[in-house]
């Protein structure tokens, strides 16, 4: 069935609406077709994508390996496609996306330019009533989105900003043209994942570059490298053994964490192991010991031989300085890049920290800071998004009793969920990689492909049981909320101010909202759940409303 807007107004009845036609929504379409279900995609862009559709900035690129940053779930697939490198860039992850959804011809059943605007469960029918800003109106027996964890942008509302008259962009919000920087003089605020990965390109094309740094950051060289035919050869015919070590793995990678505590070496031991670390690159010195997150003492020692690396690198010593993190190593998301400490050594580059002299205003010209205002052609915000519940909270969803999902989590103040997939109160709902999963902290396709076969399977156990509704207890999502909040309390994650903490958005509640026992562990969890009949759900059947 081709999706067209032809009959707006009527009712449309489906099994299912997915929410983004992302690396979630793509797959969880591809399921739900297989097993029969008719459904509708929605999905604000004009293709496929989601995240790689969005952020198209200079530079952007995945940082988990290739041969795992895909669909692991059909080997057909797995062998038909070849990365170009260990750490390819976003027009090839989105052509990889494209070739997906080719593949096994998705485009039909999802209709794009087309927002999901609200959607409420109508407790006679127990169904999902679900409107679009296109005017469609669609009932549909599940409800599930796949929306992102980290895809509405963080704007700052900073003073003047309708007053400036160069061009301004957000990195999460990409133009499709390229944009050009040749001879302009070019302003990047923010320096996360986004900022570390598009200044070092940008630098090279402008005439110059003023980075506004708020917070310094850890990085480590990606090491990125073209693969060669014998090694794509090779992962293509360990299929079986490294979808089993993703499967199986803390976040979802081929690799392991090292066997030591960072304290169980010398000195000497620890330089030679960190330094054997920065050279492979990617996600070697996060994983190089076990206990990098949990064990303070060694978290800094960590954190001071990449304060070095910087120190070497940097070679105007007032600069390092300012680049120098002074929190947790990995307590923000771990950033791996190409020449952005180098980057600060060209002529053409400042740094100018905004955490000592604040931004006070958006001028017509440029940028004013407490220090004196910056002349810019160009405006790069590199601020990142408004992280695990803000998508969600774009959409108005409401569920029993016509209470607002964003009511029910206090906005993000109080967000329960049920193993980060389901939410007391909000029947048949399903929240693919939602907060309090492991997702974010981890290798998201292989985190996507977890949730999505655990919401199919339960689909079909539903369908198969005539079961009219799925919704979690109450207790259910105290007790998961509670055990989410002592594992992150555990760990050092919570002792930095992050976008993992909300403390990126002003006025957003704080609280870390993501599931840091591991992608391994959480599987167990929820296969467990399943083994056990469901455990922590309600489930009603016909009609009837009869609880099981
Ligand atoms: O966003 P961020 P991002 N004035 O929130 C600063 C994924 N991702 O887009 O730290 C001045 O990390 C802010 O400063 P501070 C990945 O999961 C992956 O870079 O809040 N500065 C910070 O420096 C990543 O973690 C890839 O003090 C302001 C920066 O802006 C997540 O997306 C690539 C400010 C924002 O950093 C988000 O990354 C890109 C203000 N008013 C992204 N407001 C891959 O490699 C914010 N900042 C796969």
Not at 120 to 140: K, L, M, P, Y
Request: hydrophobic share 35%; glycine share 8%; with cysteine.
């Amino acid at each position: 069935m081709r999706i067209t807007n032809e009959h707006q107004g009527e009712i449309v009845h489906v099994d299912a609406v997915v929410i983004g036609a992302g690396f979630s929504g793509l797959y969880m379409l591809y399921r739900l077709r297989e097993a029969g279900l008719s459904t509708r995609v929605y999905e604000t862009g004009e293709g496929v994508g989601g995240t790689w559709y969005w952020n198209r900035y200079p530079g952007a690129r995945c940082d988990s390996e290739s041969i795992c940053y895909n669909y692991t779930f059909s080997e057909e697939l797995y062998k038909e496609w070849s990365w170009s490198s260990r750490f390819p860039e976003q027009p090839e992850i989105l052509k990889y996306l494209n070739f997906v959804a080719d593949k096994f011809d998705l485009r039909p059943d999802i209709q794009f330019r087309t927002r999901v605007t609200s959607a409420s469960f109508d407790e006679e029918t127990n169904r999902w009533n679900i409107q679009t800003d296109q005017g469609d109106q669609v009932s549909a027996k599940y409800f599930i989105t796949g929306v992102g964890c980290i895809s509405t942008a963080n704007i700052p509302n900073i003073k003047g900003m309708d007053n400036y008259e160069g061009e301004l962009y957000h990195t999460g919000h990409w133009p499709h043209e390229k944009v050009d920087f040749k001879g302009k003089r070019v302003g990047v605020v923010g320096t996360g994942s986004s900022g570390i990965q598009s200044i070092p390109v940008i630098a090279k094309e402008a005439k110059h570059l003023t980075v506004f740094q708020r917070t310094p950051q850890y990085s480590v060289p990606a090491k990125n490298h073209p693969y060669t035919e014998e090694f794509l050869q090779k992962s293509k015919e360990n299929y079986h053994s490294m979808r089993e070590l993703m499967r199986n793995s803390v976040g979802g990678m081929a690799f392991k964490y090292g066997e030591n505590s960072v304290l169980d070496h010398t000195p000497e031991q620890r330089r030679e192991v960190l330094e054997a670390a920065w050279e492979k690159g990617g996600w070697a010195v996060l994983s190089a010991y076990n206990d990098l997150l949990i064990n303070e003492e060694g978290n800094l020692l960590v954190a001071e031989f990449v304060r070095s690396k910087i120190r070497e690198i940097v070679k105007d010593t007032e600069t390092a300085e300012k680049l120098l993190p002074d929190h947790y190593y990995g307590t923000k998301r771990a950033i791996i890049d190409t020449d952005y400490f180098e980057t600060y050594n060209r002529e053409n580059v400042l740094l100018v920290d905004v955490k000592k002299a604040p931004i006070e205003e958006i001028t017509s010209n440029g940028i004013r800071t407490e220090e004196g205002e910056y002349e810019l052609d160009v405006i790069v915000f590199a601020t990142g998004f408004d992280g695990m519940t803000g998508s969600l909270f774009k959409i108005d969803i409401r569920g029993r009793d016509n209470v607002a999902l964003k009511e029910k989590w206090g906005n993000g103040a109080k967000t329960k969920t049920y193993l980060g997939l389901t939410t007391a109160g909000f029947p048949n709902l399903f929240m693919l990689t939602g907060p309090e999963s492991p997702s974010v902290l981890g290798n998201m396709p292989a985190a996507i492909e977890q949730h999505v076969e655990w919401v199919m399977d339960c689909i079909e156990y539903l369908q198969n049981n005539e079961i009219e509704v799925l919704e979690a207890k109450v207790e259910s999502e105290e007790k998961w909320s509670q055990h989410c909040r002592e594992l992150a309390d555990s760990t050092l994650y919570t002792k930095t101010e992050s976008w993992y903490t909300g403390a990126n958005i002003e006025g957003k509640a704080k609280g870390f909202q993501i599931y840091v026992g591991g992608y391994n562990e959480y599987r167990k969890i929820c296969d467990d759940v399943v083994l056990n009949g469901y455990d922590g759900f309600t489930l009603v059947t016909g009609k009837a409303n009869k609880v099981i």
